[in-house]
């Protein structure tokens, strides 16, 4: 998802060898993700 997307991109700029091992912090990046549709006034 989108989401899920932004974390992963977010965890990879803050680390070097870049790697989704931990589920927790991934979760909680995901977490702070905000969605909201382009329409949107």
Avoid: K, M, N
Wanted: net charge negative; proline share 2%; with cysteine.
């Amino acid at each position: 998802t989108l989401r899920t997307a932004t974390a992963i991109g977010a965890l990879a700029v803050t680390q070097i060898g870049f790697g989704i091992s931990d589920a927790v912090h991934l979760a909680t990046l995901e977490s702070g993700v905000s969605l909201c549709p382009l329409t949107q006034e």
